[in-house]
């Protein structure tokens, strides 16, 4: 069964950069799209970006687009997606989770139907 792990959370200064991972274990993520969501404290969480499961399409909630980056590494040494996260303020303070489900269903981080979900990773942006 896939599973999902994020990695890469942490503190940061206003303007800075942090690369958040998402590692799977027990199945390939080459069959997947792969979305990243966030939830921030008092907050319903919400989507951030997609990636189809070729790396051929993505898509990005507009308060990121031209900040964040998502990107996926589909070899079976590597078997992960990312996110690139430039500019951060503190606005973008949340747990961001990593979710894998059949395509990117939905547009402009109003993303469902991801089946499963890994435990996330606590991005902090402060000074």
């Known amino acids: 069964q896939l599973q999902l792990v994020e990695s890469g959370g942490g503190l940061v200064q206003p303007g800075g950069s942090l690369r958040l991972s998402c590692a799977a274990s027990?199945?390939?993520?080459?069959?997947?799209?792969i979305g990243w969501f966030r939830q921030a404290p008092g907050a319903e969480r919400e989507g951030v970006a997609c990636i189809s499961s070729s790396g051929g399409s993505s898509d990005y909630r507009d308060s990121v687009k031209d900040r964040f980056t998502i990107s996926r590494d589909n070899d079976v040494d590597k078997n992960a997606v990312y996110l690139q996260m430039n500019s951060l303020n503190p606005e973008d303070t949340a747990v961001y989770y990593c979710?894998?489900?059949?395509?990117?269903?939905?547009?402009?981080?109003?993303?469902?139907?991801?089946?499963?979900w890994g435990k996330g990773t606590l991005v902090t942006v402060s000074s």
């Open positions: 027990g199945s390939t993520l080459e069959n997947y799209a």
């Open positions: 979710a894998a489900g059949p395509w990117c269903r939905g547009v402009r981080g109003h993303y469902w139907g991801m089946e499963n």
